[in-house]
C-alpha cells in the first residue's frame, strides 16, 4: 500500500477503545450485532439473514486456512449486517466521504488544484506536497467517533496516499493532480470503496485472525488475500457505476452514491 510513503503510522487505531470482541462461548454474544438482524432487506427478496456466529465461523474457517472461500465469508459478513441495504443505511461516513472525495478530484480536474485548495481554506503556501495532502484527510473525513468513521477516515488515507505516491512520480510536483483523468478518477474511489469495505469487515471479524493463527505472516497473508478479492470485486462493479461521470456537486449525487454503496455490497450478498 501506499500509506507508508507519506504517513510514519496509522493515523488512529482502526478499532475504537469501546470494541469488545464477541466470545464464542458467550451466550450475551451479539449485543452489539444482533444474532437476528430486525431490518429485512425489502429491496432484495431473495435475501437470507445470517446470524454474526456465521459471519464468525466463516471468516475463523478462512483464517485458520481449513477454508479458503473468501465468497462466503463476505456473504456471511453482509448477511449478519443486515443485507446490502442496511449496510448502505449504516455507511454514512463512507458515503460522505465518498462525496467529499469526489468533489475534491472534481476541483482538481476543473479548475486546478491551487483554486480547489483555497477553496477549502487549506494554506499550501511554502509546504510540501505532502503536508498539503495530509491536510485532505480532515477534509474529507474528520469524524472519528465510531468504528464505521473510523473506516472511512482510513480510507481517505489510503487514498491520499496514492494521490502522493502520483505526485512523487511526478517529481513533486502536486499540480500533476489537474490532470487526473476519467480512468484515474474511477480508480481512487475504487480505492476507496474497496478500503472501507475492507475496514469495516476486520473490524469486526480480526479477531478471528489473533484468536485461530498464531503465525503473523500467514494472518497478514490471508488479510491481503481478502482484500485483493474485495478489490476485484469493487473494481468490477465500479466500472459498470461510472462514479468517474458524476457531478459531485449536484443535488442528486447523495442518491447516485446510496445506489453505488448498495451495488457495491449487493455483489457480495449475491455469492452463491
Same mark, same amino acid.
Given at each position: 500500500?501506499g500509506?507508508?510513503?507519506?504517513?510514519?503510522?496509522?493515523?488512529?487505531?482502526?478499532?475504537?477503545?469501546?470494541?469488545?470482541?464477541?466470545?464464542?462461548?458467550?451466550?450475551?454474544?451479539?449485543?452489539?450485532?444482533?444474532?437476528?438482524?430486525?431490518?429485512?432487506?425489502?429491496?432484495?427478496?431473495q435475501?437470507?439473514?445470517?446470524r454474526?456466529?456465521?459471519?464468525k465461523?466463516?471468516?475463523?474457517?478462512?483464517?485458520?486456512?481449513?477454508?479458503?472461500?473468501?465468497?462466503?465469508?463476505?456473504?456471511?459478513?453482509? $448477511?449478519?449486517?443486515?443485507?446490502?441495504s442496511?449496510?448502505?443505511k449504516?455507511?454514512?461516513?463512507? /458515503?460522505?466521504?465518498?462525496?467529499?472525495?469526489?468533489?475534491?478530484?472534481?476541483?482538481?480536474?476543473?479548475?486546478?488544484?491551487?483554486?480547489t485548495?483555497?477553496?477549502?481554506?487549506?494554506?499550501?503556501? $511554502? /509546504?510540501?506536497?505532502?503536508?498539503v495532502?495530509s491536510?485532505?484527510?480532515?477534509?474529507?473525513?474528520?469524524?472519528?467517533?465510531?468504528?464505521?468513521?473510523?473506516?472511512?477516515?482510513?480510507?481517505?488515507?489510503?487514498?491520499?496516499? #496514492?494521490?502522493?505516491?502520483?505526485?512523487?512520480?511526478?517529481? $513533486?510536483?502536486?499540480?500533476?493532480?489537474?490532470?487526473?483523468? #476519467?480512468?484515474?478518477?474511477?480508480?481512487?474511489?475504487?480505492?476507496?470503496?474497496?478500503?472501507?469495505?475492507?475496514?469495516r469487515?476486520?473490524?469486526?471479524?480480526?479477531s478471528?485472525?489473533?484468536?485461530h493463527?498464531?503465525?503473523?505472516?500467514?494472518?497478514? /497473508? /490471508? #488479510?491481503?488475500?481478502?482484500?485483493?478479492?474485495?478489490?476485484?470485486?469493487?473494481?468490477l462493479?465500479?466500472?459498470?457505476?461510472?462514479?468517474?461521470?458524476?457531478d459531485?456537486?449536484?443535488?442528486?449525487?447523495?442518491?447516485e452514491?446510496?445506489?453505488?454503496?448498495?451495488?457495491?455490497?449487493?455483489?457480495?450478498? #449475491?455469492?452463491?
Open positions: 500500500m500509506t507508508s510513503s507519506i504517513y510514519d503510522g496509522p493515523v488512529k487505531s482502526l478499532l475504537p477503545g469501546d470494541y469488545n470482541d464477541f466470545d464464542d462461548n458467550n451466550p450475551e454474544d451479539g449485543q452489539e450485532h444482533p444474532d437476528t438482524p430486525e431490518d429485512l432487506d425489502e429491496e432484495n427478496p435475501w437470507i439473514p445470517c454474526w456466529k456465521d459471519a465461523d466463516a471468516m475463523t474457517r478462512y483464517a485458520k486456512g481449513s477454508s479458503s472461500d473468501k465468497g462466503n465469508v463476505m456473504s456471511r459478513y453482509v $448477511g449478519a449486517s443486515g443485507g446490502s442496511q449496510l448502505t449504516s455507511s454514512i461516513s463512507g /458515503k460522505n466521504a465518498t462525496i467529499n472525495l469526489g468533489r475534491v478530484i472534481q476541483g482538481f480536474r476543473e479548475i486546478g488544484v491551487e483554486k485548495l483555497r477553496s477549502l481554506q487549506i494554506d499550501y503556501v $511554502g /509546504k510540501s506536497a505532502k503536508e495532502l491536510e485532505l484527510v480532515n477534509v474529507i473525513s474528520s469524524s472519528t467517533n465510531t468504528k464505521e468513521d473510523i473506516a472511512a477516515r482510513g480510507a481517505v488515507v489510503e487514498v491520499i496516499s #496514492e494521490l502522493y505516491d502520483i505526485v512523487v512520480e511526478n517529481g $513533486g510536483d502536486i499540480e500533476v493532480l489537474h490532470r487526473i483523468d #476519467e480512468e484515474l478518477f474511477r480508480k481512487v474511489i475504487e480505492i476507496f470503496v474497496s478500503e472501507y469495505i475492507f475496514i469487515v476486520m473490524s469486526d471479524l480480526q478471528r485472525f489473533e484468536k493463527v498464531d503465525n503473523p505472516k500467514e494472518s497478514v /497473508k /490471508k #488479510e491481503k488475500e481478502l482484500k485483493d478479492y474485495i478489490k476485484v470485486k469493487v473494481e462493479r465500479m466500472r459498470e457505476m461510472k462514479p468517474e461521470s458524476r459531485y456537486n449536484s443535488s442528486s449525487v447523495e442518491k452514491i446510496d445506489n453505488l454503496y448498495k451495488a457495491c455490497f449487493r455483489v457480495f450478498e #449475491e455469492y452463491l
